[in-house]
């Protein structure tokens, strides 16, 4: 498979590279903001939907992969976060969705956002985000999945 590299321009191309970083994993320590660059940086090991979605039905497929991506954001005048302890470099998180709010054209606030309410809001001055695969595939038996809330019971 061909590495993948995707830029972020808007919002609209900031939701490809979301969709394909969706259940990526990484540790707190594989995050860095640069200040004198105006960059924040992050390696994550993604799951590669394309490759899992690809896959045929009838055909058996004894793993899926996963990939290590290099992803970082341009622009960057500051950087808060919630419910993440960024002493804590060990701790893995598991990325949600990636989303720009835009409060100040083209400025705005770029979200990334991990289960368990963890979250890093990134103030930009525009959208500009480069996406890179960093090297090759390794196999999983783990496919992410996302079980939906039961529903409740009319009245309850």
């Known amino acids: 498979?061909?590495?993948?590299?995707?830029?972020?321009?808007?919002?609209?191309?900031?939701?490809?590279?979301?969709?394909?970083?969706?259940?990526?994993?990484?540790?707190?320590?594989?995050?860095?903001?640069l200040p004198r660059e105006q960059r924040f940086a992050m390696i994550l090991n993604r799951f590669n939907w394309e490759q899992a979605l690809e896959r045929k039905p009838r055909r058996r497929q004894l793993s899926f992969e996963r990939?290590?991506?290099?992803?970082?954001?341009?622009?960057?005048?500051?950087?808060?976060?919630?419910?993440?302890?960024?002493?804590?470099?060990?701790?893995?998180?598991?990325?949600?969705?990636?989303?720009?709010?835009?409060?100040?054209?083209?400025?705005?606030?770029?979200?990334?956002?991990?289960?368990?309410?963890a979250t890093i809001r990134l103030d930009v001055e525009c959208v500009e985000a480069a996406l890179r695969d960093l090297g090759a595939c390794w196999a999983t038996e783990v496919r992410p999945g996302h079980p939906l809330d039961e529903e409740k019971p009319a009245g309850a």
Do not use: C
């Not at 061909?2 to 490809?16: H, P, R």
């Not at 290590?68 to 960057?76: A, I, K, N, Y």
């Open 67 to 117: 990939r290590r991506t290099g992803l970082h954001f341009d622009r960057v005048r500051k950087v808060k976060t919630r419910n993440l302890d960024p002493t804590a470099r060990d701790t893995v998180l598991e990325l949600l969705a990636i989303r720009f709010v835009d409060n100040d054209p083209p400025g705005g606030h770029i979200e990334v956002v991990f289960a368990g309410e």
């Open 1 to 33: 498979m061909d590495d993948l590299k995707l830029i972020a321009l808007d919002a609209e191309d900031l939701e490809v590279i979301s969709a394909h970083l969706q259940d990526a994993v990484m540790r707190v320590g594989d995050m860095t903001y």
